[in-house]
Structure formats: structure tokens, C-alpha cells
């Protein structure tokens, strides 16, 4: 994905506390040339395995998911940070937010997520791993089966993919950052 670390790498800005910044192509303003070849990197890495549902988190997750089910074929739902009362039959996850510091509840309806399903999971950041271990958790609690997480961008010095691969996870990331410190992005 050399069309990803070049954006990154032109328009990617970092912040203290090892936070990138990609707000003029992926968290707010997006880019969809970009999204749709993240689609089609995460269909290549996950076309040959028996995924029928592609999983993501509200809200920068549901870009690069919608592409990969648009591309792929098949259904994508979200996962919600607030419980609305009109949603029913709720599974639910406490994960601890990276950039916000504080925890929160994520929720899921198992009317979209059974036994029958093998998920791919499909988010913008890897950090620490809170968020996909949330995840995790809902698909067990769904009894469904995880087949694997794809990441637009991972954040290797933060760990996450350690955490994930320890639970048996597979992890795909399409740009691994190694390290931000002195404010220099530095791709692998
Ligand atoms: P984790 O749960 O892996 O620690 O963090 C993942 C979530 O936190 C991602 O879904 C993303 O929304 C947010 N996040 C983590 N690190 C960054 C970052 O450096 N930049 C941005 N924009 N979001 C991040």
C-alpha cells in the first residue's frame, strides 16, 4: 500500500502522547480513491478464507468497511459507542478509549451478529488494542466465529497486535507505524 504510507508520510500529522493525525484523508475529511484501495488490499489479504460478515466500530471504521463489503459482497455492521433504546437484544463491552482517556460501553445486536457468522473486523487505528479486544469479546458473546482484524494503520510501538495475536488472533495491517517520538513518522 505505497499510495497509503505516501499519504500518510505527506499529510500525516503527529501529536504528543503518540497520536497520529489523519484528519484530512481518513478521521474527517476522507479520501475515497484511497478508501476504495484499502477495500481492495483488505479483500486480497482476506478474499480466500470463509468471511461472510465484515465487522467495524462506529465511526472512522465504517469507511473502510462499507469499501471491503462493498468489494467483497457482503453485509458490514457497526458497532455503537452509545446504547440506544430502540436496539434490541444487546451485547455489550466496556473498552477503554485511547485518545479520549476514559472508558465507554460498546453495543452490538445480536440479530446481526450469530453462530452462523465468521467476521472479518475491520478498523482505522491498531494502538493499544482495547478497541479489537472489545471486539473480541462481543464475537464470543455472539457465539460467532472471528476470522480475522485488518487495520488501515497500526501503531507497532503501542503493542496492540501482541495483545491480539496472544488471544489467537489474526492481524493484518496495511501501514505499520514504528514510531512517532521527536514528532517524525517513521513507516516500516
Ligand atoms: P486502541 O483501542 O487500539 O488503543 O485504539 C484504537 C482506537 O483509538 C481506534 O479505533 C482509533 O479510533 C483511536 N486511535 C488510536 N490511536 C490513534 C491515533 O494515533 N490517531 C487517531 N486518529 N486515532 C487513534
Known sequence: MQLLKKRILEDGKCFEGGILKVDSFINHQM???LMKSIGVEFSRRFGCTNVNK???IEASGIAPAIMTGYLMDLPVV???????????????TKVRSFTKDREYDVIISSDFITSDDNILF?????????????V???????????????????????KGRQRLEELGVRV????????????????K
Open 122 to 134: 475491520v478498523d482505522d487505528f491498531l494502538a493499544y488494542g482495547n478497541a479489537a479486544i472489545g
Open 136 to 158: 473480541v469479546d462481543l464475537v464470543k458473546q455472539a457465539g460467532a466465529n472471528l476470522v480475522g482484524m485488518g487495520f488501515i494503520i497500526e501503531k507497532e510501538f503501542q
Open 78 to 92: 457497526f458497532a455503537k459507542k452509545k446504547s440506544p433504546k430502540t436496539i434490541q437484544n444487546v451485547l455489550s
Open 31 to 33: 479520501d475515497p480513491i
Open 54 to 56: 465484515i465487522m467495524t
Open 172 to 187: 493484518e495491517s496495511l501501514a505499520i507505524i514504528e514510531d512517532l517520538s521527536h514528532c517524525e513518522i517513521k513507516i
